[in-house]
């Protein structure tokens, strides 16, 4: 496999922008591994090695058990995860995949059981921004592999 083009280096002011969404997500206050969680779930359905490679590291990083990254992909039959991580997960898979269903009515009433208003803008955000690295990253064919948490650099 070859990558395509280094986005990051071909057009930084797209990089800026995009890392500017995500400087605004680490500020939400919405837990880290719920974050990274997000993100590998998006990631999954969109079918992104380089992210879930980058994403899975990360969430190791922050401390987040191997169990529950191996069952992400099965989370609604596994015990492992939070009411809260729960809506979330299924608020990601509804923005991931918006042109099936749009975002029910009952999922929004379910999401704020747990999350104000802003912080369900907040986790769309979130989602947006996972979103749009994966469709960069499959559209460059970025090689996953490479990639270490800041701690491990």
């Not at 797209?14 to 998006?42: S, W």
């Not at 990254?69 to 991931?96: G, K, Q």
């Amino acid at each position: 496999m070859e990558q395509r083009v280094n986005y990051m280096r071909t057009n930084q002011e797209v990089f800026k922008l995009m890392f500017q969404m995500e400087e605004y997500n680490k500020t939400t206050g919405i837990d880290n591994k719920l974050i990274e969680l997000i993100k590998i779930r998006a990631s999954q359905i969109n079918g992104c090695a380089f992210c879930l490679d980058m994403h899975t590291k990360d969430a190791r990083a922050n401390g987040e058990t191997e169990q529950r990254i191996y069952c992400l992909n099965a989370w609604r039959e596994s015990p492992f995860y939070l009411d809260e991580e729960r809506v979330a997960l299924e608020l990601t898979e509804a923005v991931t995949t918006i042109s099936a269903n749009g975002v029910p009515d009952n999922l929004y009433e379910r999401v704020r059981l747990h999350f104000d208003e802003k912080q369900y803008i907040d986790l769309v955000a979130i989602i947006i921004t996972i979103n749009g690295w994966n469709r960069l990253a499959i559209s460059a064919k970025s090689i996953p592999g490479h990639y270490k948490p800041a701690t491990e650099k």
